[in-house]
């Protein structure tokens, strides 16, 4: 009898130092950190390991490495981009894509806690990495190899200079201004060691450039010197598909027209740009049917406002030979959630909600002014928080704050739109202020349901307040309309022409 007493204790004993042991492993797990080039990164849930394998949170690893998410709710898709390569997967499936061929994961991503978790499989398909898991200190380190500056080239044209920084996969950038002489300078976070020894200066020597200088600047840093030969205005913005970050310098606006002309390279020649008919449009004029949007004292509606600006900016996009579509070109009421919907069933380029403001607290009818707004989980910008609230009211979904699907939207909406929307939103931004002379309010950002989800440079314009007496007497001239489809006309011209198919 002693016997098995003594057997079933043991039994016991041996159970609990098998619970006890799950406990510690667990919590173990909790303490995981991901290491990314010797810094801890910062993560919402630590990375897991389970029977061996490393799952690691999507969003923390690809955005620490400047690569792109894009996430589609209603397919459970997530595509993950990283200089040249592209990876595709469905939450709890092993199947895959890279570039469009398809593979079998020896492990399914999942979701956690709300985050998506990655197998560490699917990093190694997307970038030359190194991982070393230490169980002792319980941590995950990912060595990565820095991108390369592999060439750099320069277009002259009539009022502009673009140079082309062209690099091995995306990389971090930062950019600076010298005085006396003037100079431009992008430092990238990258190494010069397969750049074209001739390519270290380029001789310019046009209307705005002397020449272009590069340089390992740091260990980790290859900085670009463009030497200029006066005054100038700039854009530096980055593009994908090969990976290139491109420098655009400007003569002022205030001297067009007064300089002298050099000889250019013509436009054309220009390789990969692609013709403004094989872009695709789309417009969408907010609210409609049964929802009137903001509506002004003089008892002008948002929704009446908005679609005949879109049809006349249709007509004006038309004309210059766009594809265009419109989420709804009558009096019809469309959901939030269908209209980024159609923009990705349309494939589109571009895509643009056109809107009226309106100033909620009361006692600001003097609110004035214009503001363009992309996509962000955070508000960014004076009275972002209430414009979005006011908008997103629409929406049909139910408890949308509190929907799985929709927090790791807002998760991981920092997705490839994003960087092409900020640029987007500059130009839309300066144009219609230049166009209507209305207050200049600024690109703000905030999380708008009706751009959730789309891929591509998307915008939500608030052209003026219908609340504000003056504004409302504008927004019903068609003069003034006009100037805002002329506006938005021009702002989709100059975005495609600065992003060329291959420059």
């Given amino acids: 009898m002693l016997k098995k007493h003594n057997h079933k204790a043991a039994l016991i004993l041996f159970i609990l130092l098998l619970l006890i042991t799950d406990i510690i492993s667990l919590a173990q797990q909790d303490d995981i950190q991901l290491m990314l080039k010797d810094v801890v990164l910062p993560a919402d849930i630590s990375p897991v390991v389970v029977d061996g394998h490393i799952f690691l949170p999507a969003r923390d690893v690809i955005e620490a ?59 190694h398909l997307l970038t030359d990495t190194e991982t070393e898991w230490d169980k002792a200190s319980q941590e995950i380190a990912i060595t990565n190899h820095n991108p390369r500056v592999t060439s750099i080239r320069s277009f002259s044209y009539p009022e502009k200079t673009r140079i082309v920084v062209d690099i091995s996969e995306k990389s971090s950038y930062h950019v600076l201004t010298l005085r006396d002489p003037e100079r431009l300078v992008v430092d990238i976070d990258a190494s010069l060691n397969q750049t074209n020894k001739k390519e270290e200066e380029i001789n310019v020597d046009d209307l705005l450039v002397k020449k272009v200088r590069s340089g390992q600047f740091t260990p980790e840093k290859v ?92 007509k004006l996009l038309q004309d210059n030979g766009f594809t265009v579509y419109l989420t709804r070109d009558k009096d019809v009421d469309i959901s939030l959630e269908k209209r980024p919907l159609f923009a990705l069933q349309k494939e589109a380029d571009v895509f643009i909600s056109i809107h009226t403001n309106s100033a909620i607290q009361k006692g600001s009818p003097t609110a004035k002014g214009i503001e363009t707004y992309v996509l962000n989980s955070r508000y960014i910008g004076a009275s972002a928080k209430d414009v979005a609230d006011r908008e997103n009211r629409a929406s049909k979904v139910n408890n949308y704050e509190d929907d799985i699907l929709n927090q790791i939207i807002a998760d991981l909406e920092e997705s490839a739109s994003i960087g092409f929307s900020l640029d987007f939103a500059d130009i839309v931004q300066k144009n ?24 591509m440079a998307a915008v939500l314009i608030e052209v003026g307040f219908i609340s504000n007496p003056n504004e409302e007497k504008l927004l019903k001239t068609p003069e003034f309309r006009e100037k805002v489809a002329q506006a938005l006309t021009r702002s989709v011209k100059d975005y495609v022409k600065n992003i060329p198919e291959n420059i």
Avoid: C
């Fill in 432 to 455: 219609l202020i230049q166009s209507t002379s209305l207050t200049n309010r600024g690109v703000k950002q905030a999380p708008f349901i009706v751009l959730k989800g789309v891929n």
């Fill in 223 to 314: 900085r670009i010197v463009a030497d200029l030969k006066g005054k100038y205005e700039f854009e530096v913005f980055d593009l994908s598909s090969p990976e290139r970050i491109v420098l655009d310098i400007f003569v002022p606006q205030s001297q067009i027209g007064t300089v002298p002309q050099t000889e250019i390279i013509p436009e054309a020649k220009v390789e990969g740009t692609k013709k403004n008919n094989e872009y695709v449009i789309v417009l969408d004029p907010g609210h409609g049917g049964n929802q009137p949007g903001a509506i002004g004292t003089g008892g002008l509606k948002e929704k009446d406002v908005v679609l005949d600006i879109a049809l006349k900016a249709r």
């Fill in 65 to 123: 490495l400047n690569g792109r998410i894009t996430w589609f709710p209603a397919l459970k898709l997530l595509n993950l981009k990283l200089g040249s390569k592209e990876v595709s997967l469905v939450i709890d499936s092993i199947e895959a894509e890279v570039n469009g061929k398809k593979l079998i994961l020896e492990n399914a991503p999942s979701i956690t806690e709300n985050r998506v978790l990655i197998p560490l499989e699917v990093l």
